[in-house]
């Protein structure tokens, strides 16, 4: 009985925390943003400003179906995030991720407006980027831990990184787009201008906006625990510098938001599967040569 | 002062041929309604220009020369809707909605123009 | 070809104050040049009406007959040829702008101190 | 039924500053088709004319557009006088060549700006919009407006700039140098920037020609045109270089452009350093135009041509501009079909359009 | 606690115009206004904004456009007209094919005036719409 | 035995009745008792036999060899004939060639050869004999009401409904007959019949294409059976062995036998249009669509997998083992990528289905427990989704007209049942908690494990690229068409029947798949192996997925009440400030109206069909026989 309790304390906790942290990390990723464009830029809480903003406006919508697919995809990258964050199966958490992703795309397809629609292609082409990737860090995890289980990692004696190296630099690349960073900000942008207009997005107002936002935090989390586990075991010190390598690789996020030119689709397949496989599959193919 | 060469309309597209074979650019086709649409075609070699003129009665017709300047298209569209000069076999013909101007009828049943 | 060319740029302005002129906290000073909105001096004026002719928007009105000289500041382009063309001097560009407003139908009647205008409009 | 995709793009757009409509017709991403839709900014300030006199509407000629406002007035200003046959004196030519390449330094810089947000790079935006605000400044400083300047009218000039306020623009620009030219570097060499731009919107030398396109456009695809050289203004007076390239793609353009900023930052502390001391900055205007003239003068985006004819009344007969961006519509259309969605905004600003020039 | 004054999200759009009022309003994106400071986004898609920056005369083919657009803005949502041409149509009035100031279309909350208007005064007109904004809310609540 | 002859008999007796049958009410009554009877019979057939192992030996009765070979003559016979009429001697030749091979041996060389249990059914065939039984007499039920709509709409075609119903189900005793039979000459013979009952359902409309795509179909499947049987016979001449069980125990070293697999294993590769032998399959979507769901999805296809499955005990890690395994995985990666550039959407669904079943031959060729479970799961799961996709997409084409997955916008304004089970097949055959997601993850699973990298990064490319495809689709049949107008619903019971119980085996099998693997899977291969085994997806997960499930299914409804208290305000969409109100056009240029049109992204330049297929081909025969020259002869 305790420990039912105990576990449904840690999702409560999960669930409320994920956002805020997210929250305010995009808060940061602003203000740092607005620094490095010589601006004061908003305050920390902005993004939260904006949030409860939206929840607090008049929600339009052009059918009856987009803000249900876009509840469903809140749901499962809260889900997802729970199942990371209580040590589940990796897999299974990118298995339910891509459940989410998908459940994102199909809220794009149903509005069927111009740009929306063109944002949910894109949005598609990158997942299509991304996904070998995530799923062949899932697999290189694999190999090195020896499970597929993510609270496996703090029974390691020493932390994954040392052994995928290349997949971690194969993973930070690819979360750029994950966290909808320049250059791959291709489906939506945080930015204003893009040529389909706000892309996926664009017919969402109001809370669905919002849920969107949210999940987007959720998802910055996601991406910065699968960091996590790249440099975290068995010690407690190995967490802290985790827990920092991960504001670190937020931050070269941001430096590359802001130094680098859209990219166009083409282009974002070609060097995302082109860098998948350099650095997925020298790793893979190295470490099961040597081990 | 600048000089303007006044032709008639049917010598139009041999002198539009002859410029486009002399390598000029079209620079502008401009129209200015008085009694008479008054219509010059300018015609830009390096810092040289040539301006042709042509006088035509209102509902006259005018050959397009956008056969010979692909281009020309837009201006003939423009002075076309703005003046209601009758340009005929325009490559792209806008018919009317280059601008989208709001018409007015007036009595007689004439689109108020431009001009 | 390189990347990264922009890191320098964007690295060294995070350590540089940022450029904001941090308005409307602290309020902008004007060069005394600046062409914000026409004030009169209306003791000078004589009602000739050459501003009102001169000016090429017509938002100037001036009606000799009951001395009254009016500026509809939403017309104004501020091009400050009222201002050169007024034989008595009495019209000068003054470097603030009109305040935004609510109502676009101000008018600015030489005859009514300004104050107890801003407060009818609003 | 979808069998293609077709995007209405535009009149109000994010990537399109001002409104303009095109039916884009797609397959994938790739455009096939682009047809325009325009008259939204149609005002039909030519007639104006008929309402204003001609002194007044130098106001009006400069609110053609808001961007490369200065050198409207000083085309009209200058058709206007050549009908007159007025000679103006030369600090007025030096003062007019001043403004005209700051507004062009202005216009290019809010261009490359402009340029970095449809590649989707914000943060280079921002700098070159900060560089430009200096520009408005030394406007500011000057003429009293940022963007619409009032200072040109028929006859001459309305306003001086006194010695001070020269050198303090020789000054800004100095100092601006080592600023710009890091950013331009990072839009002439940067990978990211590259791969968006060369290669797309190719323009040869013979498409250009048949196609019209003129300014910088045309020179990216190696044509040498350039108005300057006709020799208005105090033009005659400096020396300055035709930026031309070859490649004819939209980093072609770039280049070009930049380099003219380049050019004219030159070209002003030319004039500042030929500055004729009398204090004479315009003639008396009498009488009325009567006549007609064809001015032409380099604006930022290229040739515009201004057309007055007078009557001999107050009021002019006819007033017409053609402005480079229509010239440079044609070109912009061709070069589109082919393209890439995400090219459209690139390739649409490389011919740096301005619908409100364009539509008057 | 209401969000709606730290976080105005607008839209610009531009009619019939020069651009002088329209690169005004971009240029206070820029860092010399940063407007982001307030919250204020840029976001170039109706059904975000919260507030329509406006900086046209409207013409015939304008009316439309800008009507759906403001349809196209969920409530609480306010109207900024941005120069004098929006206000009047200011040196375009008497143009054939200009209809007038912004408000022959849509209610206008607030006009800035200017032309161009500067930076400061389109700052000063949406910190004045805020309050606007905060009204309307407050009146859509009861 | 005793069993079995209802089954295989039946089968041939509707076939041969329903062959003179000429109204509509006679095909409804008999095909629906055919269907009918082969579903409850296979079912009861399954059930009795859920516990033992049916064996039976045929040496009592060696005179079936001689109406057997009878038959084939004919089956031969009429090949050749068909072949040289129109003119493809390759047919002709391969069919020659193959019967004089298999009568030599049987006259000559059999005799010496002792065949332990001819007909022998362990959990594996009995799963097979579920699918064929169930899923086929679905297929079957559903086929009824589809071909009498097939030929109101083609008044160009001959109505030949009997001979169509006539060899579907001449097919299903095939089938039947396939799965049971250990002893290979007897398979071989089912497996020929698999082959013409197809050619004969491809050529059905007797149009050009047909016929060609009919000959290129029979082509391909000749050649294999001709590799069949050359590998029969070197099994038979060199080691005695005619019959699978024997066969798994031939030492895996010996290189002539390991030849034969090999051969063997191209025959099956060829059934199940593996690269390079792929093209076939695409051909023959020409044919009706049941004939598709069940000939070249659902059922046929899959015997090819089935005969690697069978051959599995003898690849693993040897060179043909890895041959096959690569084999599979560059079909798996090429048939995703060509989905992509395909609209029409049974060319999807073609494709996609030789993508998987090139996983499936991957994992069944690993020759490891979870991949084997994983080879197995999926066949289960995409016999399923996939039959009923076939039909669905067949009603969709009566419904709207077209099978162009571009028109199918707005689908679910259409009609709300068809759209539904499209939506569940396409669900089931990528989304997370659905089966061949499961199937997939014990395949990567099995793929890490045994250190296939290689593969393996072909399975995370191939399976992202799945997504897409799939996805897009998905988008089209949901995306708001802003359809107002609904045309009429005018599915039959017997399509919403099969349709509705297709969707139910989805969801049910899923959600039941421990208990497939628990009492089918499991202990087929603790048998077979000879080893202590569970299922590779743990507990925790698999009750995470079942959990997933639930909530998929329970979200919506939480969701009504939601949306009767929050009533948004309907705006209309955003086209740049041009829309003409209703949704579905804008002002365009040139002063028209343009109506909205979305299509979705094919990428045709990118994923060229001939381009790829031949580089997939050229990959494929050059890895072979490199593993070959490897393999035998260093
Ligand atoms: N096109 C154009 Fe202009 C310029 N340069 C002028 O004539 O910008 Ni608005
Ligand atoms: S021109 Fe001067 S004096 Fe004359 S009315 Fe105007 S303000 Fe008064
Ligand atoms: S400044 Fe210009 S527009 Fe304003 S009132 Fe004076 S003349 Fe008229
Ligand atoms: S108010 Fe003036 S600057 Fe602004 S758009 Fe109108 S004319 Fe241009």
């Given amino acids: 009985m305790n420990t039912v309790l105990f576990v449904i304390i840690k999702i409560l906790i999960i669930v409320i925390a994920a956002p805020i942290v997210g929250g305010l990390l995009s808060g940061v990723d602003r203000k740092l943003s607005a620094k490095m464009q010589r601006r004061k830029g908003p305050p920390i809480l902005q993004p939260f400003y904006d949030v409860i903003k939206l929840f607090q406006k008049e929600t339009t919508t052009v059918n009856n179906f987009t803000r249900f697919y876009v509840a469903i995809s809140l749901f499962f990258t809260i889900f997802t995030v729970v199942l990371f964050c209580l040590g589940m199966d990796l897999l299974l958490c990118v298995f339910s991720f891509t459940l989410a992703c998908m459940f994102f795309v199909i809220a794009g397809y149903s509005s069927y407006s111009p740009f929306s629609f063109i944002g949910t292609e894109r949005e598609l082409i990158q997942i299509m980027c991304y996904e070998p990737m995530i799923l062949i860090a899932a697999f290189g995890y694999y190999e090195a831990a020896g499970t597929f289980s993510i609270g496996g990692v703090f029974g390691l004696s020493s932390p994954v990184i040392l052994k995928l190296p290349l997949i971690f630099i194969g993973l930070t690349y690819i979360l750029t787009i994950k966290l909808r960073k320049s250059p791959f900000d291709l489906s939506m942008s945080h930015h204003g201008h893009q040529e389909i207009v706000k892309g996926i997005t664009t017919e969402l107002t109001g809370s669905s906006l919002a849920m969107v936002e949210i999940t987007h935090w959720y998802e910055t989390i996601f991406s910065l625990g699968f960091v996590y586990i790249f440099f975290a075991y068995n010690t407690t010190a190995s967490k802290i510098i985790a827990a920092v390598i991960c504001l670190v690789v937020y931050f070269l996020e941001i430096l590359i938001d802001n130094t680098f030119a859209r990219v166009k689709w083409q282009s974002a397949l070609k060097y995302s599967w082109i860098i998948t496989l350099i650095t997925g599959a020298l790793n893979l193919l190295y470490f099961n040569f040597f081990h | 002062m600048q000089n303007f060469k006044i032709i008639g309309k049917d010598d139009l597209l041999s002198v539009a041929t002859q410029m486009k074979y002399d390598h000029y650019r079209l620079a502008q086709i401009s129209c200015t309604k008085k009694d008479k649409l008054d219509l010059v075609y300018s015609f830009v070699k390096d810092y040289d220009l040539e301006n042709i003129r042509i006088e035509l009665e209102f509902d006259e017709e005018i050959e397009s020369i956008s056969g010979i300047y692909s281009y020309a298209f837009l201006y003939e569209n423009e002075i076309k809707e703005l003046f209601g000069v009758k340009i005929m076999r325009i490559s792209l013909d806008f018919n009317g909605t280059f601008y989208k101007i709001k018409k007015t009828e007036s009595k007689n049943g004439e689109v108020a123009q431009n001009g | 070809m390189s990347f990264f060319q922009m890191a320098k740029t964007v690295l060294s302005s995070m350590f540089k104050k940022p450029a904001t002129l941090n308005y409307p906290v602290k309020p902008r000073e004007y060069d005394p040049i600046v062409r914000g909105h026409i004030e009169i001096e209306i003791e000078k004026c004589i009602f000739c009406g050459m501003c009102q002719r001169k000016c090429p928007t017509g938002a100037i009105k001036v009606e000799r007959a009951e001395k009254r000289w009016a500026i509809e500041p939403f017309d104004c382009i501020q091009c400050n040829n009222c201002a050169e063309s007024c034989p008595k001097d009495c019209l000068h560009m003054h470097n603030t702008a009109t305040p935004a407003n609510e109502n676009r139908d101000l008018i600015r009647d030489a005859r009514i101190s300004v104050d107890a205008e801003d407060n009818k409009d609003s | 039924m979808g069998n293609r995709t077709i995007v209405p793009f535009g009149p109000q757009h994010p990537v399109l500053p001002e409104p303009i409509h095109l039916d884009l017709v797609l397959e994938d991403e790739t455009v096939i088709e682009a047809i325009p839709s325009i008259g939204f900014v149609h005002r039909g300030l030519e007639k104006l004319v008929e309402k204003k006199d001609f002194q007044q509407y130098v106001y009006v000629a400069e609110r053609i557009c808001g961007i490369c406002s200065f050198m409207h007035g000083m085309g009209y200003c200058m058709a206007v006088e050549n009908v007159m046959d007025l000679k103006l004196p030369d ?141 208005y203004g105090a033009y005659p007076h400096v020396k300055f270089e035709v930026q031309t390239a070859t490649e004819g793609d939209c980093y072609a353009r770039t280049k070009v452009r930049i380099n003219e900023i380049f050019e004219s930052i030159s070209i002003i502390k030319q004039c500042v350093s030929l500055m004729p001391s009398d204090t004479a900055i315009d003639v008396p205007v009498k009488g009325n135009p009567d006549g007609e003239y064809f001015a032409r003068l380099e604006q930022p985006r290229g040739e515009v041509v201004y057309y007055v004819k007078g009557n001999g009344t107050k009021f002019l007969d006819r007033m017409r501009v053609r402005t480079p961006t229509f010239a440079n519509l044609p070109p912009l259309l061709h070069t589109l079909k082919g393209v890439d969605l995400a090219d459209v905004p690139v390739l649409v600003l490389t011919i740096d359009p301005c619908i409100s020039c364009t539509e008057r | 606690m209401n969000m709606i004054k730290k976080s105005p999200w607008i839209l610009h759009y531009d009619g019939s115009s020069c651009n002088g009022c329209d690169i005004e309003v971009l240029a206070c994106l820029t860092p010399l206004y940063d407007v982001e400071r307030f919250g204020i986004i840029n976001t170039g898609n109706p059904k975000h904004a919260d507030i329509l920056l406006i900086t046209v005369s409207v013409n015939e083919q304008n009316i439309p456009v800008v009507k759906q657009l403001y349809d196209q803005m969920p409530n609480p949502k306010a109207v900024v007209a941005v120069g004098i041409c929006a206000a009047t149509g200011g040196i375009f009035k008497e143009c054939y094919n200009v209809m007038g100031g912004i408000d022959k279309v849509i209610p206008v909350d607030v006009y800035v005036p200017g032309c161009a208007a500067r930076p400061e005064s389109i700052i000063e007109g949406v910190v004045k719409a805020l309050g606007v904004l905060e009204s309307k809310r407050k009146a859509n609540e009861e | 035995m005793s069993i079995m002859i209802p089954l295989i008999v039946f089968s041939l007796v509707i076939a041969l009745v329903v062959r003179f049958m000429k109204t509509q ?153 396939l799965v049971m039979f250990n002893n290979m000459t007897l398979m071989l013979f089912c497996w020929e019949i698999t082959s013409l009952s197809s050619f004969l359902l491809i050529g059905y409309t007797k149009t050009d294409e047909a016929v060609n795509n009919a000959f290129t179909a029979l082509v391909v499947n000749v050649f294999g059976g001709l590799c069949f049987t050359i590998g029969i016979v070197i099994l038979g001449m060199h080691s005695h062995v005619l019959d699978f069980n024997s066969l798994m125990n031939l030492s895996n070293n010996n290189t002539v036998v390991m030849l034969a697999v090999l051969l063997i294993a191209v025959g099956g590769l060829t059934k199940s249009a593996q690269m390079p032998f792929s093209k076939w399959l695409l051909g023959a979507m020409v044919a009706p669509t049941p004939s598709s769901a069940i000939l070249h999805s659902s059922t046929m296809v899959k015997a090819g997998v089935y005969l690697i499955i069978r051959l599995a005990p003898l690849l693993g890690s040897n060179a043909p083992g890895y041959t096959v395994a690569f084999v599979g995985g560059i079909t798996f990666m090429y048939g995703a990528f060509m989905a992509i550039s395909q ?292």
């Fill in chain 6, 25 to 177: 009410k006679a095909f409804a009554f008999t095909v629906r008792l055919g269907a009918a009877g082969v579903i409850v019979l296979s079912i009861v057939y399954a059930v009795c036999n859920f516990n033992n192992v049916v064996t039976f030996d045929l040496s009592n009765y060696e005179w079936i060899k001689y109406p057997v070979l009878a038959l084939e003559l004919l089956i031969t016979g009429y090949i050749v004939f068909r072949g040289i009429s129109s003119k493809k001697f390759l047919v002709a030749i391969f069919a020659t060639l193959q019967f004089g091979l298999i009568a030599w041996f049987e006259l000559t060389q059999e005799n010496n050869i002792t065949v332990k249990n001819d007909i022998y059914i362990d959990k594996i065939s009995l799963l097979m004999i579920l699918i064929i039984g169930v899923v086929g007499g679905l297929i079957c039920l559903y086929s009824v009401e589809y071909m009498k709509a097939y030929h109101h709409h083609h008044p160009e075609f001959e109505d030949r409904r009997g001979f169509f119903f006539s060899v579907l189900f001449l097919f299903t005793a095939a089938m039947f007959g």
């Fill in chain 6, 343 to 634: 609209r029409d959407a049974k060319k999807i669904l073609a494709f996609s289905t030789i993508s998987n079943l090139g996983l499936i031959v991957t994992c069944a060729s690993l020759n490891t427990p979870e991949a084997l479970w994983a080879a197995i799961m999926l066949i289960v799961f995409h016999a399923i989704s996939k039959a009923l996709l076939f039909l669905t997409v067949g009603s969709t084409e009566h419904q709207i007209g077209s099978r162009d997955v571009e028109s199918m916008d707005g689908l679910v304004n259409v009609s709300k049942a068809v759209s539904m089970c499209l939506i569940i097949g396409i669900a089931g055959m990528f989304i997370a908690p659905f089966g061949m997601l499961i199937s997939k993850w014990a395949a990567i699973k099995a793929l890490i494990d045994s250190g296939n990298i290689i593969i393996l990064l072909i399975v995370a490319f191939g399976s992202t690229v799945t997504m897409f495809f799939w996805t897009k689709w998905l988008g089209k049949i949901i995306a708001n068409a802003h359809n107002k107008k609904k045309i009429d619903n005018t599915l039959r019971f017997d399509e919403k029947a099969s349709l509705f119980s297709l969707s139910a085996m989805v969801v049910i099998v899923c959600a039941g798949h421990p208990l497939i693997s628990k009492y089918i899977i499991t202990p087929y291969i603790q048998n077979n192996m000879g080893i202590n085994f569970s299922s590779p997806i743990d507990p925790v997960a698999t009750t995470i997925i079942i959990a997933m499930m639930c909530v998929l299914f329970i979200l919506p409804l939480i969701f009504v009440p939601l949306y009767h208290a929050h009533k948004e305000k309907p705006s209309s969409i955003y086209m740049s400030g041009e829309n003409t109100g209703d949704d579905e056009s804008f002002h365009g240029s040139l002063g028209q109206v343009q109506s909205v049109e979305l299509q979705n992204w094919y990428m045709q330049g990118i994923f060229k069909e001939v381009k790829w297929c031949s580089w997939a081909s050229a990959i494929v025969l050059v890895v072979g026989l490199l593993s070959i020259v490897g393999g035998f002869f260093l």
């Fill in chain 4, 91 to 231: 600090r007025a030519e030096f003062l007019r060549t001043i403004w005209a390449e700051l507004s062009r330094i202005h216009s290019h810089l809010l261009w490359l700006g402009l340029l970095a947000d449809a590649v989707g790079f914000e943060s280079l935006f921002m700098h070159c919009w900060r560089l430009r605000e200096e520009i408005l400044d030394l406007f500011d400083m000057t003429t009293g407006g940022r963007v619409i300047f009032s200072v040109c009218k028929v006859g001459g000039v309305r306003k001086d700039i006194d010695a001070e306020k020269l050198k303090k623009i020789v000054e800004v620009l100095s100092n601006m140098d080592s600023s710009l030219r890091s950013i331009t570097k990072i839009f002439l060499s940067d990978t990211s920037i590259i791969s968006r731009m060369s290669g797309v919107g190719v323009l040869s030398p013979e498409e250009a020609f048949d196609l019209g396109a003129v300014g910088p456009m045309a020179r990216a695809s190696g044509i040498v045109v350039d108005d300057r050289l006709l020799g």
